[in-house]
Nanobody, 116 residues
Framework: QVQLVESGGGLVQPGGSLRLSCAAS????????MRWYRQAPGKERELVAG????????NYAESVKGRFTISRDNAKNTVYLQMNSLKPEDTAVYYC?????????WGKGTLVTVSS
C-alpha cells in the first residue's frame, strides 16, 4: 500500500535551516508529482511546495518563495524540502502528499518548531 514517511523536523532558532525528507513506497514514485503541505495550530492545512514527477517543475507558496526549495531523488523514492531563513510563522506540522487518480495520500507529518 502507499506509504509516505516524513522525517527531519525539530526545534530550530529563527534564521536557521532544516531539511525535511519524505520516503515513499507502494507506488511508482517517479510517475507522480509530490507536494509538501503544512498545518499550523488553529489554522487550515496549506500547500507549501510542489514538484513534478521528473523534478523539472516546481511551485511555491508566496510565503516561502526564496527560502524553501523542494527537490526529489527518484532513485531513492524520496522528496525533500530544504528550509532556510526559518521564521516563527513557519512553525507547523509538515506533511508529504501525493495525489493519484484524484485520491490524496498523506504521511503522518513531522513537526517543525521555530523558536528562540
Amino acid at each position: 500500500q502507499v506509504q509516505l514517511v516524513e522525517s527531519g523536523g525539530g526545534l530550530v532558532q529563527p534564521g536557521g535551516s532544516l531539511r525535511l525528507s519524505c520516503a515513499a513506497s507502494g507506488f511508482t514514485f517517479s510517475v507522480y508529482g509530490m507536494r509538501w503541505y503544512r498545518q499550523a495550530p488553529g489554522k487550515e492545512r496549506e500547500l507549501v511546495a510542489g514538484i513534478s514527477s521528473s523534478g523539472a517543475y516546481t511551485n511555491y507558496a508566496e510565503s516561502v518563495k526564496g527560502r524553501f526549495t523542494i527537490s526529489r531523488d527518484n532513485a531513492k523514492n524520496t522528496v525533500y524540502l530544504q528550509m532556510n531563513s526559518l521564521k516563527p510563522e513557519d512553525t507547523a506540522v509538515y506533511y508529504c502528499n501525493s495525489r493519484m487518480i484524484s485520491v490524496d495520500y498523506w504521511g503522518k507529518g513531522t513537526l517543525v518548531t521555530v523558536s528562540s
